[in-house]
């Protein structure tokens, strides 16, 4: 007897009011022949119980194609999520999920691997012990960048406006990696935004939409270390001054050189649509930030290998 075909199924788990577009029109674009369910305010008891009335009906074979998607801007919650419903599934009913609370998980990824790449192209080397400054690095994005920095043996500062919350995020990023290599500052000053990046050679401004975190006399005065500079920010004003959004390795100030939100952004897109490809073709495991970093240095090491243009390069990738 033919095996019965099974469409694949994102049910999206939203922590937020409204179910993100921007992640379930990216899933659509790369599998149009995906259905879409989606549920939206979910809390952790309410995550639980669809996630048991999704496991079953499919049988073990349609479980296979049926993925959970963990979305919205309360990090905390999203992870909570991903922890309650790991714990519901067991074998042969046990569901691919993808978590990317609102992006920080593939903006994070994008923004680190960046880095890597433009220090790697200038000759900068990896980024084991980099020092590496992450302005306002207390939210999703900058959390987790700070994250994949120390596992790459950087030595990691996170400023914020207020020491205690950068030294949480530092003490819980030590914790999870059993390390000592991120510390959290306090930055409400220009002097003390200067003093952040004193040390750094790569600074990754990872503060709110259209705030900006860096002028450029403070760059230029501090930041005497300083080789290569990212930002998140694409909302006007940048979070760098004179750090243009669609910056791709441009030289910004005597030496140092720049990365921009869209040239982030661009390549964010991109990891996330590989992520989704993932996890469309796996039948159970949990892809995360450590899915998508990889995806990234993937991405970069074939561009670096391929420049002469034996792989396509995802920059030529549009979603
Ligand atoms: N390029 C892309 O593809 C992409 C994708 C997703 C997100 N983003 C951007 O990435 C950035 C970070 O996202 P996120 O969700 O992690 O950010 P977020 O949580 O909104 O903000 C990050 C940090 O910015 C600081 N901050 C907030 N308001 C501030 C103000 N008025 N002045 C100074 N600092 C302020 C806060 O740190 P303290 O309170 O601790 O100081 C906060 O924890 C945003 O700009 C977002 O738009 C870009």
Redesign the pocket.
């Known amino acids: 007897m033919p095996k019965k075909p099974y469409k694949p199924v994102f049910i999206f788990l939203d922590t937020d009011k409204h179910a993100s577009p921007f992640d379930i029109l990216t899933t659509i674009d790369v599998l149009p022949e995906a259905e879409i369910l989606k549920y939206e305010s979910v809390t952790v008891e309410d995550a639980e119980k669809l996630v048991y009335d999704a496991m079953f009906p499919r049988g073990p074979e349609g479980a296979k194609h049926t993925k959970i998607f963990i979305n919205g801007?309360d990090f905390e919650l999203a992870n909570a999520i991903l922890e309650k419903i790991r714990k519901c599934m067991f074998p042969p009913f046990e569901l691919s999920i993808l978590i990317d609370p609102?992006?920080?998980y593939t903006?994070a990824s994008?923004a680190v691997a960046k880095t890597l790449e433009l220090s790697m192209r200038k000759g900068f080397g990896t980024l084991e012990n980099k020092t590496v400054a992450i302005l306002?690095g207390?939210?999703?994005?900058?959390q987790t960048a700070a994250m994949l920095y120390a596992s790459e043996e950087a030595k990691v500062v996170v400023s914020?406006?207020?020491l205690k919350?950068?030294a949480l995020v530092a003490e819980k990023i030590n914790a999870e990696l059993k390390t000592e290599k991120v510390r959290g500052v306090e930055a409400k000053t220009l002097e003390e935004v200067g003093a952040a990046i004193k040390e750094a050679e790569i600074i990754l401004s990872?503060?709110?939409?259209g705030?900006q975190?860096l002028p450029l006399n403070v760059l230029k005065e501090y930041g005497k270390k300083c080789r290569i500079v990212a930002d998140?920010?694409?909302?006007p004003p940048f979070?760098v001054e004179s750090l243009d959004a669609s910056a791709d390795g441009k030289e910004i100030a005597p030496k140092i050189f720049g990365v921009g939100?869209?040239a982030?952004?661009t390549f964010?897109n991109f990891i996330e649509a590989e992520l989704i490809k993932r996890v469309a073709e796996a039948s159970k495991g949990v892809f995360d930030y450590r899915t998508a970093y990889q995806i990234a240095k993937e991405a970069v090491s074939k561009k670096l290998e391929g420049e002469k243009g034996k792989t396509e390069s995802w920059k030529n990738w549009l979603p």
């Open positions: 801007h609102r992006g920080a903006t994008a306002a207390t939210g999703p994005v900058g914020s406006r207020d919350r950068s990872a503060g709110a939409a705030v975190l998140i920010n694409a909302i979070g939100a869209l982030i952004g964010k």
